[in-house]
């Protein structure tokens, strides 16, 4: 029988919101962005992805530290 997400307790909708302006910084080598961008795609939701380069450091950088002050990937921005 095939396991559905409402059999493992875990919701996938969206309730409905419009969140078409949510954008996904990362780099797919990192499980978390992975994990992140593979839940937004189940739900249906579109997202602009913005590579972080976390080789040359841009994840240190202040424009990166003003989305996420942590330094660290994925962040998800809703909005502009
Ligand atoms: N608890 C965080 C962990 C994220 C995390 O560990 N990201 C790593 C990449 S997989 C990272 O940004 N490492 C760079 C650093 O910490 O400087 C989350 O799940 O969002």
């Given at each position: 029988?095939?396991?559905?997400?409402?059999?493992?307790?875990?919701?996938?909708?969206?309730?409905?919101?419009?969140?078409?302006?949510?954008?996904?910084?990362?780099?797919?080598?990192?499980?978390?962005t992975?994990?992140?961008?593979?839940?937004?795609?189940?739900?249906?939701?579109?997202f602009?992805?913005?590579?972080?380069?976390?080789?040359?450091?841009?994840?240190?950088?202040?424009?990166?530290?003003?989305?996420?002050?942590?330094?660290?990937?994925?962040?998800?921005?809703?909005?502009?």
């Open positions: 029988m095939a396991r559905s997400s409402a059999m493992v307790g875990i919701s996938l909708s969206n309730g409905g919101r419009d969140m078409s302006k949510m954008t996904l910084y990362g780099i797919w080598l990192s499980g978390p992975y994990k992140a961008g593979l839940a937004l795609s189940l739900m249906g939701q579109t602009a992805y913005k590579h972080v380069d976390l080789r040359a450091g841009a994840h240190k950088q202040a424009e990166y530290l003003a989305i996420n002050r942590f330094g660290q990937v994925p962040a998800l921005v809703d909005g502009d």
